[in-house]
Nanobody, 128 residues
């Protein structure tokens, strides 16, 4: 059982930066693949980035490669999303998610249906 709480969202000008934080409960945090998804009104929930339990493997949506970085600190039960060079198209509710690991590659975890636990979301709004 994992509980997830996101923070760090807000309003920022295009070109600016934000860092999102996801705090997780539980003593088996390192066994979970963690991810950030985002969803704009009327749109599907899409992968932003995912990271393996050890932090050794990551994957990113093409739209954020080179701008966003996912990381985790297993000692603190925390995952981060550093967002730089923000664009208005990044505006969305951002959700932290956790998935029990299997033998699949990290690419397997780009689908929302793979995830067992979800946070409530934090809003990111980028103005032009």
């Amino acid at each position: 059982q994992v509980q997830l709480v996101e923070s760090g969202g807000g309003l920022v000008q295009a070109g600016g930066s934000l860092r999102l934080t996801c705090a997780a409960s539980g003593r088996t945090f390192s066994s979970y693949v963690m991810a950030w998804f985002r969803q704009a009104p009327g749109k599907e929930r899409d992968i932003v980035a995912a990271i393996s339990g050890s932090g050794g493997r990551t994957t990113y949506a093409d739209s954020v490669k080179g701008r966003f970085t996912i990381s985790r600190d297993n000692a603190k039960n925390t995952v981060y999303l550093q967002m730089n060079s923000l664009k208005p198209e990044d505006t969305a509710a951002y959700y932290c998610a956790a998935a029990r690991t299997d033998y699949s590659s990290i690419a397997y975890y780009t689908e929302a249906r793979r995830y067992n636990y979800w946070g409530q979301g934090t809003q990111v709004t980028v103005s032009s």
